[in-house]
């Protein structure tokens, strides 16, 4: 068997942490280019999503962001229009959700567009309605049971 020269196989590139949590610069959209919504995801590297002049497009996830970018549905993503198919389109950039909110206080994104909180968003309202899910008993009511 041959001997391996390499410095790791898939588990070490898997254990790579190269995602941008560090602050970056917020991008705006410029000429051929369009914000949308995913609405879901096909597989292939492939999403439907709703861009903001309303149209629903085709989108392909680019090579630089494939496996190393998740993208799921209702994410914010910055898209390349296509000049030669305008029901398609290709992912560039992938917003976090709060870039999603600066571009919606900036006025990029329309009011009516709703932002995929994720999990910053269910804490808030479960803390709402915490009271309702525990019954308080009194000392005597737990004598009796």
């Known amino acids: 068997m041959p001997k391996n020269k390499g410095k790791g196989g ?5 254990g790579k942490n190269e995602a941008d ?7 705006f959209k410029e000429d051929g280019q369009e914000y949308a919504q995913v609405q879901r995801m096909l597989g292939n590297g492939r999403c439907e999503a709703t861009c903001i002049d309303g149209t629903k497009r085709l989108c392909h996830i680019r090579g630089k962001m494939h496996k190393k970018v998740w993208i799921a549905a209702g994410d914010i993503v910055l898209v390349g229009l296509r ?13 976090m959700p709060d870039e999603a909110r600066l571009l919606k206080a900036y006025g990029e994104l329309p009011e009516n567009t709703r932002l995929n909180e994720g999990i910053a968003g269910g804490i808030d309202e479960e803390e709402e309605g915490a009271g309702d899910d525990y019954i308080e008993f009194e000392d005597e009511d737990i004598d009796k049971i």
């Open 21 to 27: 949590d560090e602050k970056r610069e917020l991008v």
């Open 10 to 14: 898939k588990n070490r590139k898997r």
């Open 83 to 95: 000049d030669y198919q305008d029901d398609k389109a290709d992912v560039i950039l992938k917003y």
